[in-house]
């Protein structure tokens, strides 16, 4: 096998983790969505900025469940402020969009078929019955009152508004999704500070995250049984004990400590609204360390080693060279998916960072079958009849595991 490109890769991936680590150390991050000067960008008709996206479950009172507006401040550029005087009442207006998911057609329309605009245009407004130069919005077909639409005005020749304190309770489980749109063109190069809390009833934690909790303890419970059993078999044979049964402990210890560190981390986010990114670094480092032995351990096993060979020989540098460029890539992945992350939709960076893992996966799986092969061709030639046995049941259990897998990373795609 020709192992030139992973010297490449394990260089490029050095790079990439990091410039991605000193860029988001640079930044606050927090459960609380914090806007920083964010400019607006142009979609269509009008300048918008993504506020969020979460999964919010329901409370009936309103008050456990919400989404919360502090200090939202909007400055336009002294040009846009220059054009109107400093008596003139409402000189620019910035509307704040909440919907749900399954109202997400109800923001926007489109004149005579043609392209959806966000903002009424003259034509939508005789179609539509929308004010011209605001958001178009229609009731939602189970609450009139939703999508949520708040606005905020400018007031003669101020480079700045503020948006008031304001609380919008969630009294429908969904996937909720905030916007700060402006219609005006000449509103154009504006940007935003201030910060929004969503809150679930029983905490901060995400829709999509919330359930992870929980089963962040039962991980760790079944960690432990897992550990208690492999102890005592250790104990119970430990003069018999293998190099490669000490790196089954490590991998068994690094599952263990990762996952209470898992549930740890998101017992703080749901109770804090703080997601600290060292904390989640360390984390999502134990956890790259941890796939990458793992899959190291499978690797050697299906070579022989301890079985049919002492050592790996020349393939030592080979196979450390393999774990140390799934471990970067791994760990750029989790980095990005994970690391300051409070939205509920993934970033488009993890379509790209996980083709690499997905790759070095592939050609693990192609190797490990490889040398499994061989291996079992060896155990053969030596009528080695009780280790070929374990070896083939190995083989049946490593290929189950396989198809498993191909067959969930077809449900998540």
Same mark, same amino acid.
């Given at each position: 096998?020709?192992?030139?490109?992973?010297?490449?890769?394990?260089?490029?991936?050095?790079?990439?983790?990091?410039?991605?680590?000193?860029?988001?150390?640079?930044?606050?991050?927090?459960?609380?969505?914090?806007?920083?000067?964010?400019?607006?960008?142009?979609?269509?008709?009008?300048?918008?900025?993504?506020?969020?996206?979460?999964?919010?479950?329901?409370?009936?009172?309103?008050?456990?469940?919400?989404?919360?507006?502090?200090?939202?401040?909007?400055?336009?550029?002294?040009?846009?402020?220059?054009?109107?005087?400093?008596?003139?009442?409402?000189?620019?207006?910035?509307?704040?969009?909440?919907?749900?998911?399954?109202?997400?057609?109800?923001?926007?329309?489109?004149?005579?078929?043609?392209?959806?605009?966000?903002?009424?245009?003259?034509?939508?407004?005789?179609?539509?019955?929308?004010?011209?130069?605001?958001?178009?919005?229609?009731?939602?077909?189970?609450?009139?009152?939703?999508?949520?639409?708040?606005?905020?005005?400018?007031?003669?020749?101020?480079?700045?508004?503020?948006?008031?304190?304001?609380?919008?309770?969630?009294?429908?489980?969904?996937?909720?999704?905030?916007?700060?749109?402006?219609?005006?063109?000449?509103?154009?190069?504006?940007?935003?500070?201030?910060?929004?809390?969503?809150?679930?009833?029983?905490?901060?934690?995400?829709?999509?995250?919330?359930?992870?909790?929980?089963?962040?303890?039962?991980?760790?419970?079944?960690?432990?049984?897992?550990?208690?059993?492999?102890?005592?078999?250790?104990?119970?044979?430990?003069?018999?004990?293998?190099?490669?049964?000490?790196?089954?402990?490590?991998?068994?210890?690094?599952?263990?400590?990762?996952?209470?560190?898992?549930?740890?981390?998101?017992?703080?986010?749901?109770?804090?609204?703080?997601?600290?990114?060292?904390? $989640?670094?360390? #984390?999502?480092?134990? %956890? =790259?360390?941890?796939?990458?032995?793992?899959? *190291? !351990?499978?690797?050697?096993?299906?070579?022989?080693?301890?079985?049919?060979?002492?050592?790996?020989?020349?393939? $030592?540098?080979? #196979?450390?060279?393999? %774990? =140390?460029?799934?471990?970067?890539?791994?760990? *750029? !992945?989790?980095?990005?998916?994970?690391?300051?992350?409070?939205?509920?939709?993934?970033?488009?960076?993890?379509?790209?960072?996980?083709?690499?893992?997905?790759?070095?996966?592939?050609?693990?799986?192609?190797?490990?079958?490889?040398?499994?092969?061989?291996?079992?061709?060896?155990?053969?030639?030596?009528?080695?009849?009780?280790?070929?046995?374990?070896?083939?049941?190995?083989?049946?259990?490593?290929?189950?595991?396989?198809?498993?897998?191909?067959?969930?990373?077809?449900?998540?795609?």
């Amino acid at each position: 096998m020709d192992f030139s490109f992973l010297h490449k890769t394990t260089s490029i991936l050095i790079l990439a983790l990091i410039s991605f680590l000193f860029l988001l150390f640079q930044a606050s991050n927090a459960s609380i969505h914090t806007y920083d000067n964010n400019p607006f960008r142009d979609v269509g008709n009008s300048a918008l900025l993504p506020g969020g996206s979460e999964g919010l479950a329901a409370s009936l009172d309103g008050a456990r469940s919400f989404i919360r507006f502090e200090n939202v401040t909007f400055w336009r550029t002294k040009a846009a402020a220059d054009e109107h005087s400093e008596m003139e009442h409402s000189t620019g207006l910035v509307q704040v969009v909440i919907f749900e998911a399954a109202d997400r057609n109800n923001i926007g329309g489109s004149a005579y078929g043609g392209q959806r605009s966000i903002c009424c245009t003259p034509d939508l407004a005789k179609l539509e019955g929308c004010k011209q130069g605001e958001v178009i919005r229609m009731p939602s077909a189970t609450d009139i009152n939703w999508p949520i639409v708040l606005n905020v005005q400018f007031s003669g020749n101020y480079l700045s508004t503020k948006m008031d304190n304001v609380d919008v309770p969630i009294t429908k489980t969904g996937m909720y999704n905030l916007f700060f749109i402006a219609c005006d063109p000449k509103l154009k190069g504006l940007v935003m500070s201030g910060k929004t809390i969503w809150k679930n009833p029983n905490g901060y934690l995400p829709g999509r995250m919330a359930p992870l909790m929980n089963f962040y303890v039962y991980m760790s419970l079944a960690y432990v049984v897992l550990s208690v059993i492999w102890f005592i078999q250790y104990v119970r044979y430990w003069k018999d004990i293998l190099q490669l049964q000490h790196c089954i402990t490590a991998v068994i210890t690094l599952g263990l400590f990762e996952m209470i560190l898992w549930f740890s981390e998101y017992a703080n986010f749901n109770n804090t609204g703080i997601r600290p990114v060292v904390i $989640t670094t360390w #984390v999502v480092t134990v %956890g =790259a360390v941890r796939k990458s032995l793992t899959r *190291l !351990l499978i690797l050697c096993v299906s070579m022989g080693y301890g079985v049919v060979r002492p050592t790996l020989g020349g393939l $030592t540098s080979k #196979v450390l060279l393999l %774990g =140390a460029t799934y471990f970067l890539a791994s760990e *750029l !992945l989790d980095i990005t998916e994970f690391v300051g992350t409070i939205s509920d939709i993934s970033g488009r960076a993890r379509l790209f960072l996980v083709l690499p893992v997905a790759f070095l996966d592939a050609f693990l799986i192609l190797w490990i079958f490889t040398s499994l092969s061989k291996t079992l061709e060896q155990l053969q030639a030596k009528r080695s009849s009780i280790k070929l046995d374990i070896y083939r049941k190995f083989s049946n259990a490593l290929a189950v595991t396989v198809i498993a897998s191909v067959i969930w990373i077809a449900y998540e795609v």
